[in-house]
């Protein structure tokens, strides 16, 4: 989270809104919503998602290209995740608090 907060910040240049907003699920950005609201559901059902959480995500303009590219980017966060808890990595960006995801 540290570092995908200092990338988001001087890297992708996203705004505290924006940056609070997909730390809690969701965007401001009504196409990037949709992204962040399927890829909680992703995580939070365990990839067992329903038919709607799909048609929601294709409504918002996704096709099955992104949607798998969404789901491969849950898959990589996960796994670096795993990596840095079992190797006990040092945060070496400024350190941000864990909140749950909406």
Same mark, same amino acid.
């Given at each position: 989270? #540290? !570092?995908?907060?200092?990338? +988001?910040?001087?890297? =992708?240049?996203? /705004? *505290? %809104? $924006? &940056?609070?907003?997909?730390?809690?699920?969701?965007?401001?950005?009504?196409?990037?919503?949709?992204?962040?609201?399927?890829?909680?559901?992703?995580?939070?059902?365990?990839?067992?998602? #329903? !038919?709607?959480?799909?048609? +929601?995500?294709?409504? =918002?303009?996704? /096709? *099955? %290209? $992104? &949607?798998?590219?969404?789901?491969?980017?849950?898959?990589?966060?996960?796994?670096?995740?795993?990596?840095?808890?079992?190797?006990?990595?040092?945060?070496?960006?400024?350190?941000?608090?864990?909140?749950?995801?909406?």
């Amino acid at each position: 989270l #540290s !570092a995908h907060t200092y990338l +988001a910040r001087n890297l =992708a240049k996203l /705004d *505290d %809104a $924006e &940056i609070t907003a997909n730390r809690n699920g969701a965007s401001n950005d009504p196409k990037a919503d949709a992204a962040v609201k399927f890829a909680v559901a992703v995580v939070q059902k365990r990839a067992h998602i #329903s !038919a709607a959480d799909l048609e +929601a995500v294709k409504q =918002a303009g996704y /096709d *099955d %290209a $992104e &949607i798998v590219e969404i789901v491969v980017h849950i898959a990589l966060n996960t796994l670096t995740n795993y990596i840095n808890e079992v190797a006990g990595t040092e945060i070496d960006f400024p350190v941000i608090e864990t909140s749950r995801a909406a």
